[in-house]
């Protein structure tokens, strides 16, 4: 009975992780299609955090990113010193801290958003348009590498369908990544850029959340059995 808070307390910081990815999307796909002036066609979702409004998706960033951290501690309590158990919480905190950068440090003005700014890249980027892209990748590699590390964690589990997935995962990302990264060089056209940072984004964070599900309910399920096994 003594552990049954701290185990609580586990599952209630993977449930951080569950919760992270599905508020991100919702709230940006919400700004999408009620945002004056924006086209998400044609900007990319950083750029939400520009404008009067801009504080809803600098929010939306941090808060997401808080929960990722609080999930990589809660991945900690549960998988520590077991497979994955090290880096697999050092990659998502990572990915927790990447997205809070990429809030606190907000891109420029560009492809005509917000209503009057030039078309196209900034010419002049500012410094903290670079953090920005410095906290994307800090975010991309963690969760690039974390898919590989529960790969092989399910993998050694024997759990074939979840090692797929998470293998599928890391190798997609850093391919559309390599695509939206060719396309920001030309400066061009913005439309393929923001469709694939999108798909990014819904890939890379509906996989973390997917995987707080499947490890919460492997946690939970873990704490029934030695419940069990104590009072048989």
Same mark, same amino acid.
């Given at each position: ?60 960033? &941090?808060?997401? =990113? @808080?929960?990722?951290?609080? +999930?990589?501690?809660?991945? $900690?309590? /549960?998988?520590?010193?077991?497979? *994955? ?53 800090? &975010?991309?590699? =963690? @969760?690039?590498?974390?898919? +590989?590390?529960?790969?092989? $964690?399910? /993998?050694?589990?024997?759990?074939? *369908? ?69 009072? /048989?």
């Amino acid at each position: 009975m003594s552990n049954l808070p701290q185990q609580q307390l586990t599952r209630a910081l993977l449930a951080c992780g569950m919760l992270a990815g599905p508020l991100f999307l919702l709230v940006v796909i919400i700004q999408d299609y009620t945002r004056p002036g924006f086209d998400p066609r044609v900007h990319p979702l950083s750029m939400l955090s520009l404008g009067e409004l801009g504080w809803i998706q600098i929010t939306n960033f &941090v808060a997401t =990113g @808080l929960l990722n951290v609080a +999930f990589a501690v809660g991945l $900690r309590r /549960a998988l520590h010193p077991g497979p *994955g158990g090290t880096w697999g919480p050092l990659l998502i905190g990572a990915y927790g801290i990447g997205l809070i950068g990429a809030g606190v440090f907000v891109s420029d003005p560009a492809w005509g958003y917000p209503p009057g700014a030039p078309q196209g890249l900034p010419e002049d980027p500012s410094w903290h348009y670079v953090l920005h892209g410095t906290a994307f990748i800090v &975010v991309m590699g =963690g @969760l690039i590498a974390a898919c +590989f590390v529960f790969a092989r $964690r399910f /993998a050694a589990q024997g759990a074939r *369908g979840w090692a797929a997935y998470c293998a599928a995962t890391g190798a997609a990302l850093p391919t559309l990544y390599a695509l939206a990264a060719a396309l920001s060089d030309r400066g061009e056209d913005p439309q393929p850029l923001s469709l694939l940072l999108r798909a990014m984004a819904f890939l890379g964070w509906g996989w973390a959340s997917v995987l707080a599900v499947r490890l919460r309910s492997t946690h939970g399920s873990a704490r029934k059995d030695a419940h069990a096994g104590a009072t /048989a």
